[in-house]
């Protein structure tokens, strides 16, 4: 059964994780990845199969390697369009765009969801996916408005001293509006929906209320300095003892990243409050 | 020592500290005025003034002190007026130190990044002066050995960035020097360790202070001046490596300020020993609540390191023709460096060589399942069209910063000329750089223009810089390290606002042959056939013009015409090898001596040795970059120059 199966699915290869991971989630197991030696650090869940095969950077992928493999379709995003025309030699090249000036991820992942699996004549499986999510959005949003959290800051740190503060167009933020969570962060943040700070800028969207989340992985040094510094430890949000990390979540991933995420900060936060 | 004698130096005092102080009363005024309130609670505000701004102040002033009386130091064990933590590369071998660490020993890390960055630090700056010690630390030896380490490091942490781009965030905004703070550690770390190193120079000033006299005087003052420069240099070097390793990468403050002392009239040792950490600290203080107020509140941040080379490099240029700088003589770049005169043999090994390197180029490497062989078949039909247009590019590529690197050092009678260390080739980039900013997807000819004219723009700066003095080594190179500064510290702010264009740009600077395909690589390689064939034309001229202009006139050459349609060349050719390969593959500057090495010593031979071996070398360099690290790729320009660096470090070691 499962050999039939394989010999209908089409070979697929795509450049981007957020892709590859609602590829998994349709029920097709792409023939390659772009960068898929860090899958298990940043996407972690679902594991990608190890028959996959390591495309190298996105940016620059093997071609050689591509070509090879003779794909029926690639997949891509608007982030590395400069290598379309050469992709386009190998095989018919769909491209999606989820971060882009709209600033609402969530639904842009949602309509590339559906046209990804209508392209694969797998439009059951797409809305099924869909209405996954929701119901999970809508059960976790629930139990969540029971216990009434505060408001979050998501960051992601560069260094000691530097973070990645998620605001307005992430897909956390979506995330957490369809949640009914509130960010504390709502400071400027860039078309991807980040916005790079020194941590001492987090001040004053750090009250004691505040729950600050960062996501594995977290650079090594990073915390042994944190709980030396002032500033960082006098965090209203730090002081109440308000900061945890969190597994790894994909940021610039689509609707299974967005479950992900949805479930790794209600685990988090019903946790704390219980 | 009159005070009116000093009017320059307090004026500049003022201009700096002014505005600095200016600038600071509007960015912290308030919360400073605050200060004197009762607190009530948490107060943001003031915890931000007391963790960050004021440490970040202090932070400022202390860093540019020590690099600026590093510098002072530095110019004089080393009687070198372009000696600096930069110029030395002692800054750049701590970045690489830490992002070796960071990746392979993360447990170092722990030990303290300031060792790690210390270590760093060391190993480039015994490198550099070690080279220099065996020259008797001549000037242009030590600050191209300088540049050459800086180089190496900056693309060897460049290409760790490139393999692992996720990881490797924090080592661009530590790279690029940002001075923010989040607690007092850092000056209460740096102050200490500044005023100690300080005491221990003044301790030693008197002694340094003659080492200004030529040797043969101060030996008869009894001084022992090889153990003095040593430990005056391990002095500056402790300096340096403390500010790098606490702070970052702070670009040319050390060169900035002495340079300014001396010229605002600071002549004695003992007195830039006063006046160039005092510049150092104003000019720090100064960048940076200049940077404050440009990044605002919450926008982002700019990394003042990378800003102060961003101020840094063009105020030299501005500075250079004023210096005084005894210029050595330099040997003429056609004189035999082995009495092995080459006749048709080396040219012929060369040719065979590159013949060789294409084919296995082309044929052998990593087949698509990982393993190593030879590609037959269906396979080697399919994949050749993928190949060969980049072996065909790095073919081009190389023999067209190899004649640019032989016409530039002939036409500017220094051997350390090529397009890379002239800068360029870094013209070039910043050419199209400023394209990427203009239009989303120019056209090859649009791209060749503006890479054409950046190259062109940066190529008359040299010739007015140049001309003046002669084409002076140290003002010439100097224009260049600058140039090359500038486009790093453009690269670093880019990088460090998130702006997507950086990593574009970033692999520009590589020199990936990855962007190439049949329609890039066949006009380049059209280009570099005919250019190659227009310079050996000219190859008559080539010979002559080293003579000197007297000579060349009584042989017929008309001189001026000769050195425009020269330079002309030269222009054409590094913008065409550059578009491919990035400004830093070192090949216009390694080629030109493999072939005279080689013994190949007219300027037609030259010409023709150059282009094979640096066509060789980058047709090696790229097949290395595409299957070293399967299927990951590495580019071109940058394992060319971890091949090229070395290998002039020891050309310059031999000689």
Known sequence: MPSAKAAASPRIATLDYGLANTLLSLGVTPIAVAAAEGWSDWVVEPPLPSEVVDLGVDREINLELLAALSPDLILTTPYVQSLRSRLEEIAPVLSFSVYNENKRPFRQAQEATLRLAERLGREAEGRALLDRAETLFAALSVRLHVSDPGPLLLVRFMDARHVRVYGGGSLFQDVMDRLGLRNAWEGPATLWGFETVGVEQLAPAAGPETEIFTFEPVPQEVLPTLGNSPLWRRLPAVEAGNFSILPAVLMFGMVPSAMRFADVVSRALLESRA | MSLTAKYPLFLMAGLLALPAAGMTLWN????????????????????????????????????????????????????????????????????????????????????????????????????????????????????????????????????????????????????????????????????????????????????????????????????????????????????????????????????????????????????????????????????????????????????????????????????????????????????????????????????????????????????????????????????????????????????????AGVLLQRLTGNEMASPEVLGISAGATMGMAALLFLTTSPSLSLQFTAAGTGALAILLVIVSVGWRSGFAPERVVLAGIALNALLDAVVVLLSASGDPRALTLLNWIGGSTYGVTLQTALPAAVAAGVLLLATLFLGRWLDILPLGRPAAQGLGVPVSRARLLLFSLAVLLTAAGTMIVGPLSFIGLMAPHIARQLGLLRARAQLLGAACAGAAVLVLADWVGRNLAFPYQLPAGLVSALVGAPLLLLLLRRR
């Open chain 2, 28 to 403: 912290h005024g308030g919360e400073l005025l605050a200060l004197r309130e009762e607190i009530s609670g948490f107060d943001p505000e003031r915890l931000v003034l007391l963790y960050s701004d004021l440490p970040r102040l202090v932070t400022a002033l202390l860093a540019g002190a020590a690099l600026g009386l590093a510098g002072a130091i530095l110019q004089q064990v080393l009687r070198n007026p372009l000696a600096s933590p930069t110029t030395l590369g002692l800054s750049a071998g701590a970045k690489l130190a830490l992002s070796l660490a960071t990746l392979y020993a993360p447990g170092l890390l722990l030990l303290g990044r300031d060792l790690v960055a210390l270590a760093g630090s060391l190993v480039a700056g015994l490198l550099v002066l070690a080279i220099g010690a065996r020259r008797d630390f001549a000037p242009v030896t030590l600050v191209l050995a300088g540049l050459v380490v800086s180089l190496y490091c900056g693309a060897l942490a460049a290409m760790l960035i490139l393999l692992n781009e996720r990881y490797l965030d924090s080592l661009f905004i530590w790279g690029g020097g940002s001075l923010q703070q989040q607690d007092w550690s850092v000056p209460l770390a740096l102050g200490p360790r500044f005023l100690i190193l300080l005491l221990l120079v003044l301790l030693m000033a008197r002694p340094l202070e003659l080492l200004g006299l030529p040797d043969s005087q101060a030996r008869a003052l009894g001084l022992r001046i090889a153990t003095l420069r040593w430990s005056g240099a391990g002095l500056a070097l402790a300096l340096t490596a403390v500010v790098v390793s606490l702070v970052g990468v702070i670009g040319f403050i050390g060169l900035m300020a002495p340079t300014i002392a001396r010229l605002c009239g600071a002549r004695r040792f003992l007195e830039r020993l006063i006046w160039a950490p005092l510049v150092g600290a104003l000019l720090l203080w100064f960048t940076d609540q200049a940077v404050q107020i440009a990044a605002g509140p919450l926008a982002g941040f700019l990394p003042t390191g990378a800003v102060t080379a961003l101020f840094g490099s063009p105020l030299l240029l501005l500075l250079l023709p004023r210096l005084r700088v005894q210029d050595r003589p330099q040997p003429p770049p056609g004189a035999p460096v082995t009495q092995r005169r080459g006749r048709g043999l080396p040219g012929l090994a060369l040719l065979a060589a590159l013949l060789a390197l294409s084919i296995l180029g082309l044929v052998f490497g990593r087949l698509p399942e990982g393993s190593w062989g030879l590609l037959r078949g269906d396979l080697l039909v399919e994949l050749l069209s993928w190949r060969l247009p980049r072996v065909l590019a790095a073919l081009a590529a190389g023999m067209m910063l190899a004649a």
